[in-house]
Every structure is written in structure tokens, then in C-alpha cells.
């Protein structure tokens, strides 16, 4: 017998979660402030499906840069003194994770999840057909720096231990794998390629998937509904309550991307996720650029071609709940855009920035909470979109009590107990 579930929520997470439990035999009904599907968060991402990223952000690497970052605008990732408790938790959990172990528990874990995402990810397009300028070429991540090529050697030994083969590039074969990179004016010390990783267009697959799960499985959209709080009685919740009045269901999924935590702390509930803002800029595509999807490692910036427009995004900053577009945060990517392929069209764009739903060591937060009908999918950082199918799938299998595919270790809740 099927339950009554409310999914909270019309990101790429809470769609996901809503087809896997309409697909199971569900009554499922998705609740979103916005008009439509993906209108947050995956709305404009880098569409990198980057199954074979599992390095996270707080590393050793990472760490003696934070500091220097604060005081840099151009920075990949910008961490500003604050006096907001949330941030300066997070700050220290994050600080804590650039410990070499605790980045190798948080690789492998994101190494299991991007793998076992990539699996779901073929099932879920197999069975539904549907379109999202979906691309099977790999990802190639390139380096400007002898030092950073370096690391990532290392790193790619360590994933290959994982079961994820990579092939290690001079800088020459990087430019016979994607010719567009000719036109870099600066200097490449080499590169990696990922041949398992893809690319698609993230918000145009969230809205398709939400129109095929309300076909095939009766789902309903509930759009223009502000969920202001969830009430909980004798450690469950009745009801959500929203500014179109209150919804009841049997079992209740929180997917709200960054503002999760807003919603989970009056129940006690403390997720330790922060919005960390990203930007993108989207311009039309001409012949000079990259086919392959590629990223510039030392400014973490992603490029990826999505039908006849090309997606730039990158940059980490920690502005608090602020969504507004801030050109100096912007000024880099562009800058980025004209180094690394100057014969870009960018004489018209459109820039868009949005808050990713963080945790301090990387991997997303799925599965039981300490409230009896009230489970997680959410903290999926920079990864959502490549990690979001694998993430529905085990959430779908412990609300059904099943045995789940992969191990649930390092991407449950009390892993932070
Ligand atoms: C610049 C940038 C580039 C990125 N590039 C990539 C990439 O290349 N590959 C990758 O894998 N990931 C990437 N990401 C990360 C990815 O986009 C996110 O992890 C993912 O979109 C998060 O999805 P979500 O469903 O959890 O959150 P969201 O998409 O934000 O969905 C949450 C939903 O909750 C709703 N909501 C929130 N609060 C309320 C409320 N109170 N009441 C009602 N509704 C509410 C919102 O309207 C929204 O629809 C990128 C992110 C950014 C910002």
C-alpha cells in the first residue's frame, strides 16, 4: 500500500525523490514557493554530471589558502569573517574536514555516491526518454600550475584505488582531445580526463522529469506555496504549513536546497548546510568552443556546451541568504572565459548566481532524521546535479525500509553526532 507523501521542494532533489517514490506506487504531491520545477539552485548550474569528482572542497590543499582567499575578490572561494553563529560553525566544521583522513572519508564517500549515481542516472534516462542536451564526451579538468597538476596526479591515484580511471594528459594532448584549447593565452601544465563523466542541462531535465512523473505516476506540483514552518506532534509531523494553508501527508521529504536548515531548526533539528553562493554566465556558442565539458582547475570555473549555448559557472562565496549578482564576483569568470577561450561570443549574456546547499565536508545529507516521518535529501553542495539520481534512489529504498544499493556510511545525518 502506498503512502501519502509530501515532497518539499521542486529543485533537482526533490523531483528526483518524487519520481523514484511515484515509481515505487506512492501518492506523491511536490511543494514549491516558485512557479515551476528548477527555478533555484538548478536553474543555471555548469551541467557537469562529474561522477569522477570526489575531491571536496575542504582539503589540505585548500586550507593555508582560505585565509589568503578572504582578502581576494577574484578567489575561487571567498570565506569572510562573520558574526552569524550558523557560519562561524560551519566555518570551523569545514576547517576540521581539510585534515588529509577526514578528506579521504569525504572522497570515497563521494567517490560511492558519484558512481552509483552514474548507474541510476542511465536507469532513470533508459525509462523516460527524456531530452536535457545530454553528452557522454567526459569532462576534462585542465591546470595552470605544475603544483596543482601535481596534486591531482595524486588524487587520481588515490580515485583509481576507488574503482574511477582517469587519464593523466600533457598539456599537448589536451589540446588534441579538445582543439578549442589552442586558443588559451596561458600556459597549461596538463591535465585529466574523466571519460565517465557527462553533461546536460539541469534545469531542463528537472522540468521534464516533473511533467513525465506527473503523467506516468499522477505526481502533483504544488507551485506559489511559501512553506513557512513544519509542525511536529509527538515526534511527527502532521503537517506542513504553507501561505495557502496547511498539507498533511504520511511521510514528509525535505529537499528545500540551501534554506533546508531554516525549516529543520525549530524541530531541533540542526543541518549543518550553508548557502554558498555560485554564479554562471550563459552566452551563445560558436564554432571555437570546447565540445568536451572542461574545467579550469586553478579558478574553478566549468565550461560546458548545453545545445547552442555555452554555460560558464564557478566561484564559491559565503554571502549569507544574498542571491544579488555582485559584477566583481562575475568580472572573474569573465575574465576566465576571455584566457582560456578568447574567441568567446560574449557579446550578449546572462549571468545568474544562486545559493548551493553546503555541508562543511562534502558529501549530501539523505535519509531517516530523528523525527519519525521526516526524511532528508539535501546538502548537495557544488554536486547536486551529478549526485542527486543516486541520492533519490537510497532515499527512496530507506523510506521503504529496503535494503539499500550502496552503504549509507559518511551520507546519513548522524554521521555529525
Ligand atoms: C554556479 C553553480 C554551478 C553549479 N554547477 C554544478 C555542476 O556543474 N554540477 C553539479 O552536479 N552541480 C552543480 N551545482 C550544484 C547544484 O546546482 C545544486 O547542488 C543543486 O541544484 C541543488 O538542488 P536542490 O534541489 O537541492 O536545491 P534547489 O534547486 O535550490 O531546490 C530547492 C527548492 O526549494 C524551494 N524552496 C526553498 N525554500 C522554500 C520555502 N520556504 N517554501 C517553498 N519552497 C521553498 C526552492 O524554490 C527550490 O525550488 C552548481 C551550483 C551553482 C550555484
Known sequence: MGKDILILGAGVSGVLAAYMLGRAGHRVRVVDRQEAAAME???????????????PWANPAVFPKVFKWMFDDDAPLVM??????????????????????????????????????????QEIVAET???????????????????????????????????????????????????ALAQSTKK???????????????????????????????????YHHEIMALNAENNRITHVVTNQGNLAADAFVLALGAYSPLLSKPLGIHLPIYPMKGYSITFNANDNMPALSVTDDALKIVYTRLGDKMRCAGTAEFAGYNTSLSQKRINPILRGIRTLFPQADLSETSEWACLRPSTPDGPPIVGKTSIENLFLNTGHGTLGWTQGAATADLLCSVMQEEHPRIDLTGLTLDRYA
Request: hydrophobic share 40%.
Open 41 to 55: 539552485c538548478s536553474f543555471a548550474n555548469g551541467g557537469q554530471l562529474s561522477y569522477s569528482h570526489a575531491e
Open 188 to 222: 597549461l601544465f596538463g591535465g585529466v580526463f574523466a571519460p565517465i563523466d557527462e553533461m546536460g542541462d539541469v534545469h531542463l531535465f528537472t522540468q521534464n522529469l516533473a511533467q513525465y512523473c506527473t503523467e506516468t505516476f499522477g505526481v502533483e506540483f504544488l
Open 80 to 121: 569572510r569573517f562573520s558574526t552569524d553563529p550558523q557560519m562561524i560553525r560551519w566555518g570551523l566544521q569545514f576547517l576540521w574536514n581539510c585534515r588529509g583522513s577526514a578528506a579521504h572519508r569525504n572522497s570515497r564517500a563521494l567517490m560511492k555516491l558519484g558512481l552509483h549515481s552514474k548507474q541510476v542516472m
Open 129 to 179: 526518454g527524456i531530452e536535457f542536451h545530454h553528452g557522454h564526451k567526459g569532462i576534462l579538468h585542465v591546470f595552470s600550475s605544475q603544483k596543482c597538476f601535481d596534486d591531482a596526479q595524486e588524487q587520481v591515484r588515490f580515485q583509481a584505488e576507488l574503482g574511477c580511471e582517469e587519464q593523466v594528459l600533457s598539456a599537448a594532448e589536451c589540446v588534441a582531445k579538445e582543439p
